[in-house]
Protein backbone atom coordinates (compact mmCIF):
# COMPACT_ATOMS: atom_id res chain seq x y z
CA UNK A 1 0.00 0.00 0.00
CA UNK A 2 2.63 2.47 1.32
CA UNK A 3 5.60 0.66 -0.69
CA UNK A 4 5.31 3.19 -4.07
CA UNK A 5 5.13 6.56 -1.55
CA UNK A 6 8.17 5.39 0.11
CA UNK A 7 10.39 4.35 -2.81
CA UNK A 8 10.10 0.38 -1.77
CA UNK A 9 10.06 -2.57 -3.87
CA UNK A 10 8.63 -4.52 -1.16
CA UNK A 11 7.08 -4.40 2.90
CA UNK A 12 10.67 -4.14 4.72
CA UNK A 13 8.48 -5.81 7.88
CA UNK A 14 6.71 -8.33 6.96
CA UNK A 15 5.73 -11.10 9.58
CA UNK A 16 7.10 -14.00 7.60
CA UNK A 17 10.28 -15.17 8.53
CA UNK A 18 12.29 -14.07 5.20
CA UNK A 19 15.97 -15.28 5.39
CA UNK A 20 16.43 -12.97 2.18
CA UNK A 21 15.66 -10.24 5.36
CA UNK A 22 17.87 -11.91 7.97
CA UNK A 23 19.60 -8.99 9.57
CA UNK A 24 23.70 -10.56 10.96
CA UNK A 25 22.96 -8.62 14.36
CA UNK A 26 25.58 -9.71 16.68
CA UNK A 27 23.43 -12.08 18.94
CA UNK A 28 21.55 -13.45 15.99
CA UNK A 29 24.79 -14.33 13.61
CA UNK A 30 26.45 -15.04 17.10
CA UNK A 31 23.58 -18.12 17.66
CA UNK A 32 23.98 -19.23 13.69
CA UNK A 33 27.57 -19.28 14.18
CA UNK A 34 27.01 -21.59 17.18
CA UNK A 35 24.90 -23.76 15.51
CA UNK A 36 26.76 -24.42 12.37
CA UNK A 37 29.93 -25.29 14.42
CA UNK A 38 27.89 -27.56 16.65
CA UNK A 39 26.97 -29.66 13.94
CA UNK A 40 30.40 -29.44 12.27
CA UNK A 41 31.59 -30.79 15.20
CA UNK A 42 29.18 -33.71 15.68
CA UNK A 43 27.44 -32.44 19.22
CA UNK A 44 24.33 -34.54 20.40
CA UNK A 45 21.73 -31.57 21.54
CA UNK A 46 21.91 -27.86 21.03
CA UNK A 47 18.91 -25.46 22.49
CA UNK A 48 18.11 -22.18 21.55
CA UNK A 49 15.77 -20.13 23.71
CA UNK A 50 14.01 -16.85 22.86
CA UNK A 51 10.54 -15.23 24.11
CA UNK A 52 8.00 -14.51 21.17
CA UNK A 53 9.11 -12.84 18.56
CA UNK A 54 13.07 -12.56 19.29
CA UNK A 55 13.68 -14.16 16.30
CA UNK A 56 13.91 -17.92 16.74
CA UNK A 57 11.93 -18.74 13.68
CA UNK A 58 14.08 -16.78 10.69
CA UNK A 59 16.82 -18.81 12.82
CA UNK A 60 15.32 -22.38 12.30
CA UNK A 61 14.94 -21.33 8.54
CA UNK A 62 18.29 -20.02 7.71
CA UNK A 63 19.73 -23.28 9.50
CA UNK A 64 17.22 -25.12 7.12
CA UNK A 65 18.68 -23.68 4.02
CA UNK A 66 22.41 -23.65 4.93
CA UNK A 67 21.55 -27.82 5.27
CA UNK A 68 19.85 -28.15 2.20
CA UNK A 69 21.59 -25.33 -0.08
CA UNK A 70 25.43 -25.53 1.38
CA UNK A 71 27.01 -28.50 -0.84
CA UNK A 72 29.43 -30.05 1.59
CA UNK A 73 26.48 -29.53 4.26
CA UNK A 74 24.00 -31.48 1.84
CA UNK A 75 26.68 -34.13 1.48
CA UNK A 76 27.36 -34.21 5.22
CA UNK A 77 23.63 -34.22 6.78
CA UNK A 78 20.00 -35.41 6.27
CA UNK A 79 17.47 -32.45 8.18
CA UNK A 80 14.70 -33.65 9.33
CA UNK A 81 12.34 -30.44 10.67
CA UNK A 82 9.56 -30.90 12.94
CA UNK A 83 7.57 -27.46 12.76
CA UNK A 84 4.41 -29.02 14.92
CA UNK A 85 5.97 -30.53 17.84
CA UNK A 86 2.48 -31.20 19.45
CA UNK A 87 2.92 -34.86 18.51
CA UNK A 88 2.63 -38.11 20.23
CA UNK A 89 5.20 -40.91 20.40
CA UNK A 90 3.99 -42.80 17.93
CA UNK A 91 3.25 -39.21 16.00
CA UNK A 92 6.56 -38.22 16.19
CA UNK A 93 8.42 -41.22 14.84
CA UNK A 94 5.82 -41.08 12.20
CA UNK A 95 7.15 -37.86 11.11
CA UNK A 96 10.66 -38.85 11.70
CA UNK A 97 10.33 -41.95 9.57
CA UNK A 98 8.42 -40.03 6.95
CA UNK A 99 11.09 -37.02 6.94
CA UNK A 100 13.97 -39.88 6.12
CA UNK A 101 12.12 -41.05 3.27
CA UNK A 102 10.25 -44.38 4.74
CA UNK A 103 7.36 -45.25 3.94
CA UNK A 104 5.36 -46.22 7.30
CA UNK A 105 2.26 -48.19 7.49
CA UNK A 106 -0.50 -46.41 9.92
CA UNK A 107 -0.68 -49.95 12.49
CA UNK A 108 2.93 -50.03 12.89
CA UNK A 109 3.18 -49.70 16.43
CA UNK A 110 6.57 -47.60 18.38
CA UNK A 111 9.21 -50.34 18.49
CA UNK A 112 8.66 -51.30 14.96
CA UNK A 113 8.84 -47.10 14.24
CA UNK A 114 12.11 -46.76 16.05
CA UNK A 115 13.77 -50.29 14.46
CA UNK A 116 12.57 -48.83 10.87
CA UNK A 117 13.88 -45.36 11.88
CA UNK A 118 17.74 -46.30 13.32
CA UNK A 119 18.25 -48.74 10.50
CA UNK A 120 17.58 -45.69 8.11
CA UNK A 121 19.65 -43.75 10.23
CA UNK A 122 22.51 -46.91 10.21
CA UNK A 123 22.16 -46.53 6.58
CA UNK A 124 22.90 -43.24 6.36
CA UNK A 125 25.86 -43.35 8.08
CA UNK A 126 27.01 -45.77 5.75
CA UNK A 127 26.87 -42.97 3.40
CA UNK A 128 28.85 -40.77 5.67
CA UNK A 129 25.26 -38.62 6.29
CA UNK A 130 24.57 -38.10 10.21
CA UNK A 131 20.72 -36.61 10.66
CA UNK A 132 19.91 -33.47 11.92
CA UNK A 133 16.21 -33.22 13.86
CA UNK A 134 15.15 -29.60 13.70
CA UNK A 135 12.11 -29.22 16.12
CA UNK A 136 10.68 -25.41 16.28
CA UNK A 137 8.34 -24.66 19.10
CA UNK A 138 9.94 -27.00 21.39
CA UNK A 139 8.22 -25.71 24.88
CA UNK A 140 5.42 -27.38 23.32
CA UNK A 141 6.57 -30.92 23.08
CA UNK A 142 4.70 -33.28 25.47
CA UNK A 143 7.13 -34.59 28.18
CA UNK A 144 6.60 -37.97 26.80
CA UNK A 145 7.06 -37.52 23.06
CA UNK A 146 10.40 -35.62 24.74
CA UNK A 147 11.37 -38.77 25.42
CA UNK A 148 10.57 -40.64 22.67
CA UNK A 149 12.66 -38.16 21.09
CA UNK A 150 15.72 -38.97 23.10
CA UNK A 151 15.50 -42.94 22.43
CA UNK A 152 16.05 -41.81 18.67
CA UNK A 153 19.49 -39.93 19.81
CA UNK A 154 20.82 -42.87 21.50
CA UNK A 155 21.65 -44.65 18.29
CA UNK A 156 25.88 -43.95 18.14
CA UNK A 157 29.20 -45.30 17.59
CA UNK A 158 32.55 -45.20 19.16
CA UNK A 159 33.28 -42.12 17.03
CA UNK A 160 30.61 -40.26 16.36
CA UNK A 161 26.56 -39.24 17.06
CA UNK A 162 24.98 -40.23 14.36
CA UNK A 163 21.66 -38.00 15.24
CA UNK A 164 22.08 -34.20 16.40
CA UNK A 165 19.08 -32.54 17.60
CA UNK A 166 18.47 -28.70 17.73
CA UNK A 167 15.81 -27.51 19.99
CA UNK A 168 14.41 -24.00 19.06
CA UNK A 169 11.91 -22.84 21.99
CA UNK A 170 10.83 -20.65 24.20
CA UNK A 171 11.68 -20.06 28.26
CA UNK A 172 8.97 -22.83 29.28
CA UNK A 173 11.13 -25.18 27.23
CA UNK A 174 14.19 -24.49 29.93
CA UNK A 175 10.65 -25.56 32.41
CA UNK A 176 10.22 -28.75 30.72
CA UNK A 177 14.04 -29.76 30.86
CA UNK A 178 14.30 -29.21 34.20
CA UNK A 179 11.88 -31.93 35.32
CA UNK A 180 14.17 -35.16 36.99
CA UNK A 181 12.75 -37.25 34.29
CA UNK A 182 15.22 -35.68 31.45
CA UNK A 183 18.03 -35.18 33.49
CA UNK A 184 20.09 -37.43 31.11
CA UNK A 185 18.44 -35.46 28.28
CA UNK A 186 19.98 -32.15 30.33
CA UNK A 187 23.28 -33.76 30.33
CA UNK A 188 23.36 -34.01 26.23
CA UNK A 189 22.56 -30.36 25.60
CA UNK A 190 26.10 -29.28 25.44
CA UNK A 191 25.52 -26.15 23.97
CA UNK A 192 22.82 -23.65 24.65
CA UNK A 193 22.26 -20.02 23.01
CA UNK A 194 19.60 -18.00 24.96
CA UNK A 195 18.56 -14.81 22.50
CA UNK A 196 18.10 -11.05 23.73
CA UNK A 197 16.35 -8.12 22.47
CA UNK A 198 17.94 -5.54 20.54
CA UNK A 199 19.56 -2.20 22.18
CA UNK A 200 18.77 0.45 20.68
CA UNK A 201 22.02 0.22 18.17
CA UNK A 202 21.16 -3.01 17.15
CA UNK A 203 17.39 -1.96 16.11
CA UNK A 204 19.19 0.71 14.01
CA UNK A 205 21.25 -1.70 12.02
CA UNK A 206 18.04 -3.79 11.72
CA UNK A 207 15.69 -1.00 10.82
CA UNK A 208 18.15 -0.09 7.73
CA UNK A 209 19.22 -3.29 6.68
CA UNK A 210 15.43 -3.74 6.01
CA UNK A 211 15.04 -0.66 4.74
CA UNK A 212 17.84 -0.92 2.52
CA UNK A 213 17.36 -4.37 1.00
CA UNK A 214 13.60 -3.25 0.17
CA UNK A 215 14.60 -0.90 -1.98
CA UNK A 216 14.64 2.20 0.07
CA UNK A 217 17.73 4.94 -0.85
CA UNK A 218 16.39 8.17 0.53
CA UNK A 219 17.38 10.36 3.70
CA UNK A 220 16.74 8.63 7.14
CA UNK A 221 13.04 7.54 7.35
CA UNK A 222 13.36 7.14 11.35
CA UNK A 223 14.94 10.29 13.63
CA UNK A 224 16.58 9.29 17.01
CA UNK A 225 13.68 10.41 18.62
CA UNK A 226 11.38 8.14 16.74
CA UNK A 227 13.88 5.43 16.90
CA UNK A 228 14.09 6.21 21.35
CA UNK A 229 10.24 6.40 20.65
CA UNK A 230 10.14 2.87 18.73
CA UNK A 231 12.78 0.98 21.15
CA UNK A 232 10.53 1.67 24.66
CA UNK A 233 7.32 0.93 23.07
CA UNK A 234 8.76 -2.63 21.03
CA UNK A 235 11.04 -3.13 24.06
CA UNK A 236 13.93 -4.50 21.26
CA UNK A 237 11.63 -7.61 20.20
CA UNK A 238 12.00 -8.06 16.50
CA UNK A 239 8.28 -8.80 15.96
CA UNK A 240 6.73 -6.41 17.33
CA UNK A 241 9.53 -3.61 15.53
CA UNK A 242 7.74 -4.91 12.55
CA UNK A 243 4.35 -4.65 13.26
CA UNK A 244 4.94 -0.92 14.77
CA UNK A 245 7.23 0.11 12.10
CA UNK A 246 4.93 -1.17 9.62
CA UNK A 247 2.44 0.84 11.17
CA UNK A 248 4.08 4.13 11.56
CA UNK A 249 4.44 3.83 7.83
CA UNK A 250 0.90 3.40 6.61
CA UNK A 251 0.49 6.48 9.77
CA UNK A 252 2.76 8.75 7.79
CA UNK A 253 1.82 7.45 4.11
CA UNK A 254 -2.03 8.38 5.31
CA UNK A 255 -0.43 12.15 6.10
CA UNK A 256 1.35 12.02 2.86
CA UNK A 257 4.64 12.42 4.91
CA UNK A 258 8.34 11.08 3.77
CA UNK A 259 9.40 10.75 7.58
CA UNK A 260 8.52 8.44 10.60
CA UNK A 261 7.27 11.10 13.25
CA UNK A 262 7.03 9.69 17.34
CA UNK A 263 3.79 10.33 17.25
CA UNK A 264 3.15 7.65 14.25
CA UNK A 265 5.16 5.43 16.38
CA UNK A 266 2.21 5.82 19.56
CA UNK A 267 -0.37 5.56 16.60
CA UNK A 268 0.93 1.94 15.61
CA UNK A 269 0.90 1.03 19.23
CA UNK A 270 -2.23 2.05 20.21
CA UNK A 271 -3.85 0.48 17.34
CA UNK A 272 -1.34 -2.87 18.21
CA UNK A 273 -1.95 -3.00 22.41
CA UNK A 274 -4.42 -5.61 23.65
CA UNK A 275 -8.22 -3.41 24.65
CA UNK A 276 -11.12 -4.66 26.49
CA UNK A 277 -14.51 -5.27 24.77
CA UNK A 278 -15.42 -2.38 23.08
CA UNK A 279 -18.96 -3.36 23.93
CA UNK A 280 -18.15 -3.18 27.19
CA UNK A 281 -16.43 -0.19 28.48
CA UNK A 282 -17.25 -0.16 32.03
CA UNK A 283 -15.48 -3.39 32.22
CA UNK A 284 -11.84 -1.31 32.45
CA UNK A 285 -12.52 0.18 35.25
CA UNK A 286 -14.13 -2.46 37.10
CA UNK A 287 -11.32 -4.27 36.61
CA UNK A 288 -8.64 -2.34 37.85
CA UNK A 289 -10.83 -1.62 40.78
CA UNK A 290 -11.01 -5.24 41.72
CA UNK A 291 -7.14 -5.98 41.15
CA UNK A 292 -6.73 -2.24 43.89
CA UNK A 293 -9.10 -4.41 46.04
CA UNK A 294 -7.26 -7.68 45.56
CA UNK A 295 -3.85 -6.00 46.32
CA UNK A 296 -5.17 -4.32 49.38
CA UNK A 297 -6.30 -7.55 50.86
CA UNK A 298 -3.02 -9.52 50.47
CA UNK A 299 -1.51 -6.71 52.01
CA UNK A 300 -3.72 -6.33 55.15
CA UNK A 301 -3.09 -10.52 55.53
CA UNK A 302 0.29 -10.32 54.64
CA UNK A 303 0.59 -8.05 58.24
CA UNK A 304 -1.89 -10.34 60.04
Request: net charge positive; glycine share 6%.
Amino acid sequence: MYEAHFGLNQPPFSLSPDTALFVRLDDHEACYQLLTHVLNTGEGFLKVIGDVGTGKTILCRRLLRYLSDDHLAAERFHSVYLPNPMLSPVGLYRAVGQELGLSVPMKTDNADLLEQINQQILNLAQQQRGVVVVVDEAQSLPANTLEALRLITNLETEQQKLVQVILFGQPELDDLLNQNRFRQLRQRITFAHYLQPLSRTAMRQYLDFRLTHSGYNGPSLISDRTLKRLHRLSGGVPRMINVLTHKALLSAFADKRFQLSPGDVDRAWRDSRPRINSRRPWLAPVLAGAAVSLLAMITVWSLL
